[in-house]
Antibody, heavy 122, light 107 residues
Framework: EVQLVESGGGLAQPGRSLRLSCAAS????????MHWVRQAPGKGLEWVSS????????GYADSVKGRFTISRDNAKNSLYLQMNSLRAEDTALYYC???????????????WGQGTLVTVSS | EIVLTQSPATLSLSPGERATLSCRAS??????LAWYQQKPGQAPRLLIY???NRATGIPARFSGSGSGTDFTLTISSLEPEDFAVYYC?????????FGQGTRLEIK
């Protein structure tokens, strides 16, 4: 069974940094691309970033480009999101998701974790 | 950026009725359109990918259709557990985008 457990969320002041982690199990982690998707309180889903199996292909939403960095450690079955220069509008529940297809490409999120809440406020 | 517009914003129906949800893209996304279901307090669940393919474990009452810019999610006969928010999603062009959601509520 696929399990994705996010951690690292919390309260941060504007301009500060947080690092989110996602621990994966139940599948061969290095066979799949991975995604971060966020959801502001009471709002819809917003794609944040995706990374392919070997970190050779990475994409970011314009809203986080230059501030957030996605990475993965296949030896540790872990996905990360380094979030710098945080803003109030980054406040959201951050989901880690496994890609649908076992491939070198990035396709779409299939299995999702339960999320970790990030609150940016002074 | 491709904008996905979902309609209606809210759909009020009774169990047993047929639900038709729409997603329109601001430019062609080919068949790279997916549908997710989200219930309160839960993570999204993938229902349909590539316009018409049901994800693993999704009941046959859920079906998707369309290509290019106009897509439809149909639930043939609503079960009580189907009342939720539904999002469409495109991966044809980056940035990946989601629609704003359709809330399916019990009438």
């Amino acid at each position: 069974e696929v399990q994705l457990v996010e951690s690292g969320g919390g309260l941060a002041q504007p301009g500060r940094s947080l690092r989110l982690s996602c621990a994966a199990s139940g599948f061969t982690f290095n066979d799949y691309a991975m995604h971060w998707v966020r959801q502001a309180p009471g709002k819809g889903l917003e794609w944040v970033s995706s990374i392919n199996w070997n970190s050779g292909s990475i994409g970011y939403a314009d809203s986080v480009k230059g501030r957030f960095t996605i990475s993965r450690d296949n030896a540790k079955n872990s996905l990360y999101l380094q979030m710098n220069s945080l803003r109030a509008e980054d406040t959201a529940l951050y989901y880690c998701a496994k890609d649908l297809v076992r491939t070198t490409a990035i396709t779409l999120p299939s299995s999702w974790g339960q999320g970790t809440l990030v609150t940016v406020s002074s | 950026e491709i904008v996905l517009t979902q309609s209606p914003a809210t759909l009020s129906l009774s169990p047993g009725e047929r639900a038709t949800l729409s997603c329109r893209a601001s430019q062609s996304v080919s068949s790279y359109l997916a549908w997710y279901q989200q219930k309160p307090g839960q993570a999204p669940r993938l229902l349909i990918y590539d316009a018409s393919n049901r994800a693993t474990g999704i009941p046959a009452r859920f079906s998707g259709s369309g290509s290019g810019t106009d897509f439809t999610l149909t639930i043939s006969s609503l079960e009580p557990e189907d009342f939720a928010v539904y999002y469409c999603h495109q991966r044809n062009n980056w940035p990946i985008t989601f629609g704003q959601g359709t809330r399916l509520e019990i009438k």
